[in-house]
T-cell receptor, first 111, second 114 residues
Framework: NAGVTQTPKFRILKIGQSMTLQCAQDMNHNYMYWYRQDPGMGLKLIYYSVGAGITDKGEVPNGYNVSRSTTEDFPLRLELAAPSQTSVYFC??????????FGPGTRLTVT | GENVEQHPSTLSVQEGDSAVIKCTYSDSASNYFPWYKQELGKRPQLIIDIRSNVGEKKDQRIAVTLNKTAKHFSLHITETQPEDSAVYFCAASRGGSNDYKLSFGAGTTVTVRA
C-alpha cells in the first residue's frame, strides 16, 4: 500500500494563478480531509468528504474548492491564489474509526 | 464548534525525564482524542488515541489520560529519548454519527536535551 499520496511536493504560484493539489489513497477509506498548516501553527480543516460525491466545508474553506468523484481521489482546487494561501497542505484519510492517516504534504508559496 | 487548547507551547526536558502535555476541549459531545507527532518537515503521525469510555491508555513509554468531567486530557512520555523531540498535537472529535472531523490544538514543541 502506498497509503496517502500527494502531488506536487512543492509549488510556487503567482498571485491570481490557479492550481489543483492532488491527493489519492489506496486504503479504501471513506473519509478524506484537507488541512492547511501555517508555520508554527496547528492544522486547520479546509474541506472534508465522507464518501464519493459528498463534500463539506471545514473551518477555513474560503478560496478553495474540492470534488470527490471516486473513493480514492480528493483534489483541492485553489482559484485566484493569494499570499494568505501560502502554507503546507496535508491530505488525510480515515475509516469511520477516526484514525487519520496523513499524506506527505504540499508546500505552496504564493508570491 | 470545538475549541481545543494545548499547553505548554514549548517544553524542554532532560533525556530520561518525563514530559507532560495538557489539552482542554469545549464540546462535551467530543469522545475521541488522538495525539499526533510531527517531526520537522514530516507529516503528522498518530501515536496514541483514547475514547471517552476509557480513562487511561498506555503504549510502552507513552500514555494518555482523559477526564471527561473536567474536559481535559494529557499526554505523558516517560524516559524521554532524543528521538522524542518533535511537535505534538492533541485533537478532539465527536467520533460518531458521521462526524470524525478533528479539531487540533496549536501544538507543543518538545526538545529532549542529551
Amino acid at each position: 500500500n502506498a497509503g496517502v499520496t500527494q502531488t506536487p511536493k512543492f509549488r510556487i504560484l503567482k498571485i491570481g494563478q490557479s492550481m489543483t493539489l492532488q491527493c489519492a489513497q489506496d486504503m479504501n477509506h471513506n473519509y478524506m480531509y484537507w488541512y492547511r498548516q501555517d508555520p508554527g501553527m496547528g492544522l486547520k480543516l479546509i474541506y472534508y468528504s465522507v464518501g464519493a460525491g459528498i463534500t463539506d466545508k471545514g473551518e477555513v474553506p474560503n478560496g478553495y474548492n474540492v470534488s470527490r468523484s471516486t473513493t480514492e481521489d480528493f483534489p483541492l482546487r485553489l482559484e485566484l491564489a493569494a499570499p494568505s494561501q501560502t502554507s503546507v497542505y496535508f491530505c488525510a484519510s480515515s475509516l469511520e474509526t477516526g484514525w487519520q492517516y496523513f499524506g506527505p504534504g504540499t508546500r505552496l508559496t504564493v508570491t | 464548534g470545538e475549541n481545543v487548547e494545548q499547553h505548554p507551547s514549548t517544553l524542554s526536558v532532560q533525556e530520561g525525564d518525563s514530559a507532560v502535555i495538557k489539552c482542554t476541549y469545549s464540546d462535551s459531545a467530543s469522545n475521541y482524542f488522538p495525539w499526533y507527532k510531527q517531526e520537522l518537515g514530516k507529516r503528522p503521525q498518530l501515536i496514541i488515541d483514547i475514547r471517552s469510555n476509557v480513562g487511561e491508555k498506555k503504549d510502552q513509554r507513552i500514555a494518555v489520560t482523559l477526564n471527561k468531567t473536567a474536559k481535559h486530557f494529557s499526554l505523558h512520555i516517560t524516559e524521554t529519548q532524543p528521538e522524542d523531540s518533535a511537535v505534538y498535537f492533541c485533537a478532539a472529535s465527536r467520533g460518531g454519527s458521521n462526524d470524525y472531523k478533528l479539531s487540533f490544538g496549536a501544538g507543543t514543541t518538545v526538545t529532549v536535551r542529551a
